[in-house]
Nanobody, 124 residues
């Protein structure tokens, strides 16, 4: 059974940093692109970043570009999201998802397996 699990969320002050981790099991990790999504209270789910299966292709949403960095360690079946200069508007539930294709997409409909989410709260 495929399992995707995020960790690393928490409560931080504005300007602080967090690193999220996502570990996938039950699949061949290096056959999947990995994406990070966020859903803020009362808003639609937003694609934040994705990283191709080889790690050579990457995308970022304008809202996080320059502040967030995605990376992956295929040997550990893990993808990371380093979040710096956090803002209150970054508050939300963060999800990790898998896509069985070579290249990135920011569309949630193109991702098959999802984690349960990890909460990030940024205080003013």
């Amino acid at each position: 059974q495929v399992q995707v699990a995020e960790s690393g969320g928490g409560l931080v002050q504005a300007g602080g940093s967090l690193r999220l981790s996502c570990t996938a099991s039950g699949l061949t990790f290096d056959e999947y692109t990995m994406g990070w999504f966020r859903q803020a209270p009362g808003k639609e789910r937003e694609g934040l970043s994705c990283l191709s299966r080889s790690g050579s292709r990457v995308t970022y949403a304008d809202s996080v570009k320059g502040r967030f960095t995605i990376s992956r360690d295929n040997a550990k079946n893990t993808v990371y999201l380093q979040m710096n200069s956090l803002k209150p508007e970054d508050t939300g539930m963060y999800y990790c998802a898998t896509r069985n294709y070579f290249y990135c997409s920011d569309s949630s409909s193109e991702y098959k397996y999802w984690g349960q989410g990890t909460q990030v709260t940024v205080s003013s």
